[in-house]
Each structure stands twice: as C-alpha cells, then as structure tokens.
C-alpha cells in the first residue's frame, strides 16, 4: 500500500546533540510537511517542501533544518536539541493540484531529550 | 485562514450517529471546511470536505449550513475505533502548497 513512513518511531537524543528525523513516501506526492505536536496540543507546521522549493514557516526555530535528497525522501534535523523540542515531529505529503487537496500523514516520530 | 470554533470535548454510545459541531463565522467564499480526525498516537487523518454542498463518503458525512457559518460532520453509527480528536479546518481553495493550520479540535469519545 501506498504510505507515508517515518523512522524510527520512537528517538531519544541527549540535549545539544544533533538528531535526524527521517521520512519517506510511496505517494509520489510533490509536497512535503513536516509538523511538530506537542504533548495535549495540535500539530503544528514547520515548513514544507514543495518539490525542491523550501518554505519555511517564520516562526520555526533556526535549530530546525529540512533536506529532501529526492521526491520520496525528506529529513528533519535538529541542530541542539533543547528540553523543550520533545514532542512528536509528523511527516506528511500531498499532491499539489490547482484545486482542494488532502494531506497523507505518517505516524510520526516521538522525540525524548534527556 | 479563519478560524473555527469546536467543543472540547463530546460522548457518543457506541452504534449511535455522532454529530460533531464547527463554527466557522469569517469563512469566504474560497475557502473549504476540512475534517481530518487523530487517534491516539497515531498521525492525522483526512475525513472529508466541502465548499458548500453537503458531502458523502464512507467514512463520514459533512452539512454545511447555507450561509457557510457552520458545519457537521456526522459519523452514522460510530465504533468504539472513532474515538478520536476531530479537527474542524478552513482552507482556502485555490490550490497551493501551504501546510494545515490545526486548532484545538473536539475530543469524541465513543462510550460501549
């Protein structure tokens, strides 16, 4: 089937030490998102990758970083994780066209500093 | 994107319809009314939306008032598995790229 991976699923990193968060989709989908949940609150956006165009959300941390090598893959790096970057970081994909469209979320990756 | 209003929280009996409430009062003309759901420690997933007609699709139905003030969206008979946090989202219609803008949401919770 068709989906949206994200791996690992659990990740724990120690405060200041760099981490990566992956993700990869079967979609074939154009656009990327990865969004940050913390605990009891809403996902929200950090950026998006539309195609190999980067947008950056204003109010995403510089500690915040995103690649996306190709149109399958796309990865989350955090520079000095901080106590208060844990939470769920969510991967998700859509296909970009010039009406509605709906977003394909993966499981996302919850993310422990110690 | 405007904003939208839910009920913290809501209870259905299992097997019974859920009628889940959203107030959307600055939506204009452009802009759809998404439903997207969360269940426990998993990622978000999409429900269903519509600009002005009501819709259909085999997970739920949504009613939108004529004036596009507000919404429903109604699971007919909910199981146990629709306990969940139902997230009510306006969003422009014109295509694009830009990610979701999540509010609080509603939490269901189907009672056995």
């Known amino acids: 089937d068709a989906m949206v991976i994200q791996n690992p699923r659990y990740q724990v990193t120690q405060f200041g030490k760099p981490v990566t968060l992956s993700c990869s989709q079967t979609?074939?989908?154009?656009?990327m998102y990865w969004y940050q949940q913390k605990s009891s609150q809403a996902p929200k956006l950090l950026f998006h990758y539309y195609d190999k165009d980067f947008n950056n959300e204003a109010d995403t941390p510089d500690n915040f970083q995103s690649r996306r090598p190709n149109t399958s893959f796309c990865f989350l790096d955090i520079r000095s994780p901080g106590l208060g970057d844990a939470a769920m970081y969510l991967c998700a994909t859509s296909r970009r066209t010039e009406s509605s469209y709906e977003q394909y979320f993966g499981p996302g990756t919850r993310l422990t500093v110690t | 994107d405007a904003k939208t209003t839910q009920p913290p929280s809501m209870d259905c009996a299992e097997g019974r319809a859920a009628n889940l409430p959203c107030n959307h009062s600055t939506i204009s003309g452009n802009e759809y009314v998404y439903w997207y759901r969360q269940i426990h420690s998993q990622g978000p997933q999409y429900i269903i939306h519509?600009?002005?007609n009501n819709e259909t699709n085999e997970m739920a139905s949504l009613i939108i008032t004529e004036d596009r003030k507000s919404s429903t969206l109604i699971l007919p008979h909910a199981t146990l598995r629709d306990t969940a946090v139902y997230y009510c989202?306006?969003?422009?219609?014109?295509?694009?790229?830009?990610?979701?803008?999540f509010g609080k949401g509603t939490h269901l919770i189907i009672q056995p």
């Open positions: 989202i306006v969003r422009y219609s014109g295509g694009g790229a830009d990610g979701l803008t």
């Open positions: 979609l074939n989908h154009n656009v």
């Open positions: 519509g600009l002005k």
